[in-house]
């Protein structure tokens, strides 16, 4: 199989969907490997390094789409990128489309006749989401460190420090949602003495909490005491991810009752707090309510050495599964798998990204790729 790696055009991104190891791998199994050029430069790989895996280096993104017959990518395609993909070409990515809508994005592929893999769609029998794992981890200990940043007058914050000093009272944060990137937001906030209130909504995971950090305060949610909790903290972090068709969690109006020196950091994107919108990290925050909002949905470019690595644990085992059995059967002995096709054929074939954009669904089958 011929597969391409175009470097990331999204604001701010510097991971890279290929290693020059997974791409040596990938060589050894028989494949074709083509890396657009400088595409793992700021990750800390260099043309030379995907040339002795075996890799070819191509000029231009062009070149990558025109024939890869499977494209590999850390982030969305952006708008210059549309235009490039083909019939049947299969193009995995970190989509978000069961949780963001994104009808240009969306109608690119189902006009171009993709087949679009969506990584984060891949969920085990437990629930769990292993390929969204790594990343949430990160994400959720960078969200806690740009809080501080944040808070700071140089960066237009209001100037606060958060963290605990001797004779002053330590600073409130409150987390909403206790999964990967919540717990490991806490770790950190725990780690600088910060009053930490964590709320999930399901007992099993607060159990899990409250034995993990027993420093911390967890509480089921109820919108009251939540509502409470917001008006009160110095920190608010979401990481919750939005139900498709959900009204937001936390409206204008809980916002504006904030303290005007808190900080909101969202590492998820829309749904959840009404007065959220998508930043970049060329351009993370804005001020609204009187609030500063910091809104980067690929906080992990931050720290691109860690983070691609982290991204090929677990998404290497599924790239090389595709090209050496093909998606047919790659699909068919990994249900995982499976469920990750959103795009085939000019339709939508997965139930939550149709849901999310209130389009037909028409749920996938094996017999699609026939």
């Not at 069961?98 to 085990?124: C, P, Q, R, W, Y």
């Not at 999310?356 to 669904?361: A, I, T, V």
């Amino acid at each position: 199989m011929i597969i391409g790696c175009p470097t990331e055009v999204k604001a701010g991104e510097t991971r890279v969907a290929l290693t020059p190891q997974w791409s040596k791998t990938l060589t050894e199994h028989g494949h074709t490997v083509m890396v657009q050029t400088q595409a793992g430069t700021k990750a800390g790989f260099t043309d030379e390094d995907y040339k002795n895996a075996g890799a070819l280096i191509k000029e231009c993104i062009e070149d990558i789409y025109d024939k890869a017959e499977f494209v590999v990518k850390a982030k969305e395609l952006k708008p210059q990128e549309y235009g490039l993909l083909k019939k049947d070409q299969i193009v995995m990515s970190w989509f978000h489309l069961a949780e963001d809508v994104d009808f240009d994005m969306l109608h690119s592929m189902l006009d171009a006749g993709t087949i679009g893999i969506g990584m984060e769609l891949i969920k085990l029998p437990d629930g769990t989401r292993p390929t969204i794992k790594p990343m949430s981890e990160i994400a959720g200990s960078l969200a806690m460190l740009e809080a501080i940043k944040y808070g700071l007058v140089d960066h237009g914050g209001s100037g606060t420090l958060f963290r605990k000093l001797s004779g002053l009272p330590a600073p409130k944060v409150l987390i909403l949602g206790g999964g990967h990137a919540g717990l490991n937001a806490a770790e950190i906030a725990l780690g600088l003495g910060l009053q930490v209130t964590i709320v999930e909504n399901y007992w099993k995971r607060i159990a899990e909490l409250r034995y993990m950090l027993p420093a911390a305060e967890v509480v089921c949610w109820e919108d009251s005491t939540v509502y409470n909790l917001i008006s009160n903290t110095d920190v608010l972090l979401n990481t919750i991810y939005a139900i498709p068709n959900q009204p937001c969690l936390i409206s204008r109006e809980v916002v504006r009752g904030m303290k005007k020196d808190a900080v909101i950091i969202d590492i998820v994107g829309n749904g959840i707090i009404e007065t959220m919108h998508y930043t970049t990290l060329l351009d993370p925050t804005y001020y609204e309510e009187g609030i500063l909002h910091y809104n980067v949905a690929n906080m992990p470019a931050l720290c691109p050495k860690t983070a691609t690595k982290a991204l090929l644990m677990a998404s290497g085992p599924y790239i090389l599964a595709i090209a050496d059995k093909g998606l047919k059967r790659a699909c068919a002995e990994d249900p995982a798998l499976f469920q990750s096709v959103c795009t085939l054929n000019g339709k939508i074939v997965h139930d939550e990204v149709a849901r999310n954009h209130n389009l037909p669904c028409t749920p996938f089958n094996l017999g699609m790729l026939d």
